[in-house]
């Protein structure tokens, strides 16, 4: 057999040929995966903070005494925290990609900043009209849950992801149900259940990047598959 | 070493040109890589790639597109035939390996 002799020296043996693909395979799909894992984790800590802050400083008697105001912005703070570093997060794995798959990952990632800019909007308008800080928490509280809810359903089904898909469907449940329990109250919820859910399903999504032994050779899935 | 009668694809069988076809075969099937990240993934010089690259487009196995008037950036992706080339490579190299691992991998 004609050994193809190269700059890099003598050819390896099949076995460390197939040792440096399978490390090669690895590194790529660690930088270009998304990672639901990481995501996840970001979103359960700001949920799980941001709303349980919430709580502990709303209602008549607060464990913490600070202002609805003050709250608030720590709250919104978080949000916008988790917003960036899942933008940077996708920047980064899509950065210099160009195709079918980088083009519905930066789709999906502006639907995301498109949503909550909505939101915030239509929360600005209906504050037009004098709602109570109650109804104003309650508008953000329940908004947020049910969009962020409804972007994790779609692209669970857009990807055939199950966990992604529960997430979603989660996230809607405990939202619609928890807000009937008020307001300090549906804080609650939104951090342990919310926030929770978000954390337990990043744990889940680590362990199964973990096991996912090298699927190889394979297309690596890159943005919204997930790996896999 | 004595790989039977199995002959391992040379354009592949070398150490940088494996690396530059796995990183491509990762990508999602249509979509393409721009020349620069290409080569963060893989370590090597400008140069470098560049030769391994026009190895692998001269054998059919990947194209590059420029993008831009001028210094725009090129992309790179695996055609068809390099993918099919790849898959067998590493099928062969695994049904290479399979008898003498025996036992130990999965």
């Known amino acids: 057999m004609t050994e193809e002799r190269t700059s890099e020296g003598p050819s390896p043996s099949p076995a460390e040929m197939l040792a440096i693909t399978e490390q090669q395979h690895q590194r790529t799909e660690r930088a270009l995966d998304v990672s639901p894992g990481l995501l996840f984790g970001t979103w359960g800590l700001a949920w799980g903070l941001g709303f349980g802050e919430l709580y502990l400083t709303a209602g008549p008697d607060p464990v913490l005494d600070v202002p609805f105001r003050y709250a608030l912005s720590a709250f919104l703070l978080l949000i916008v925290g988790a917003g960036v570093v899942t933008a940077w997060h996708l920047a980064g794995s899509l950065r210099g990609l160009r195709g079918p798959a980088q083009r519905s990952g930066a789709m999906y990632g502006w639907s995301w900043t498109l949503g909550f800019v909505a939101l915030g909007m239509m929360i600005g308008a209906v504050g037009r009209l004098g709602i109570s800080d109650e109804v104003y928490a309650m508008l953000w509280t329940s908004g947020s849950g049910l969009l962020v809810g409804t972007l994790y359903l779609s692209c669970g089904a857009l990807t055939r992801d199950w966990l992604q898909y529960g997430v979603g469907a989660w996230i809607l449940l405990v939202n619609a149900i928890g807000a009937f329990t008020g307001i300090p109250h549906h804080y609650l919820v939104m951090s342990l259940a919310g926030g929770g859910g978000f954390l337990l399903a990043g744990v889940v999504f680590a362990l199964r990047g973990r096991t996912r032994s090298a699927p190889f050779p394979g297309k690596g899935g890159v943005a919204l598959k997930g790996g896999r | ?106």
Do not use: C, K, W
């Not at chain 2, 695996?78 to 290479?96: K, M, S, V």
């Open chain 2, 1 to 106: 070493m004595e790989p039977g009668e199995v002959r391992l694809d040379p354009v592949i069988h070398a150490q940088a040109r494996l690396r530059v076809m796995t990183t491509l075969a990762a990508l999602p099937n249509e979509d393409r890589i721009a020349f620069g990240r290409l080569r963060e993934l893989l370590d090597m010089t400008p140069g470098n790639l560049i030769t391994h690259l026009r190895r692998l487009e001269e054998a059919g196995y990947t194209d590059s597109v420029r993008t831009g008037s001028g210094r725009g950036t090129t992309y790179v992706a695996l055609t068809e035939e390099g993918r099919a080339a790849f898959d067998t490579y590493t099928r062969q190299l695994r049904a290479l390996l399979d008898p003498v691992t025996d036992g130990e991998g999965p």
